[in-house]
């Protein structure tokens, strides 16, 4: 049985942030966008399946990317987080 959840990163989300969320394994990421004030990754998942930890990576533009180079990362999306001045970012899963 499929089903699409979402998981919400935090409020403080920033640059060189680092989420961990437990999500089903297997999980296929759909999209990532501001719900409100709050960044939100969408994803199909099956709740039946074992959950692991999934590691997402925020980089800001204009911001230096430290560890870019040193591993494997998947684009996710980009969310702009509007307050009294834009903030935009990007968002990476790291796989190890």
Same mark, same amino acid.
């Given at each position: 049985?499929?089903?699409?959840?979402?998981?919400?990163?935090?409020?403080?989300?920033?640059?060189?942030?680092?989420? $961990?969320?437990?999500?089903?394994?297997?999980?296929?990421?759909?999209?990532?966008?501001?719900?409100?004030?709050?960044?939100?990754?969408?994803?199909? @998942?099956?709740?039946?399946?074992?959950?692991?930890?999934? @590691?997402?990576?925020?980089?800001?533009?204009?911001? $230096?990317?430290?560890?870019?180079?040193?591993?494997?990362?998947?684009?996710?999306?980009? @969310?702009?987080?509007?307050?009294?001045?834009?903030?935009?970012?990007?968002?990476?899963? @790291?796989? $190890?």
């Amino acid at each position: 049985m499929k089903m699409i959840y979402k998981y919400p990163l935090g409020m403080d989300i920033h640059h060189n942030a680092v989420y $961990e969320i437990e999500m089903p394994k297997a999980a296929k990421i759909l999209d990532i966008q501001m719900q409100g004030t709050i960044p939100v990754i969408w994803a199909i @998942v099956n709740p039946k399946h074992k959950v692991r930890k999934y @590691v997402f990576h925020v980089f800001g533009t204009g911001f $230096e990317m430290p560890d870019y180079d040193k591993k494997l990362y998947d684009y996710v999306g980009t @969310v702009q987080q509007i307050g009294l001045t834009t903030l935009v970012w990007h968002v990476f899963e @790291v796989h $190890e």
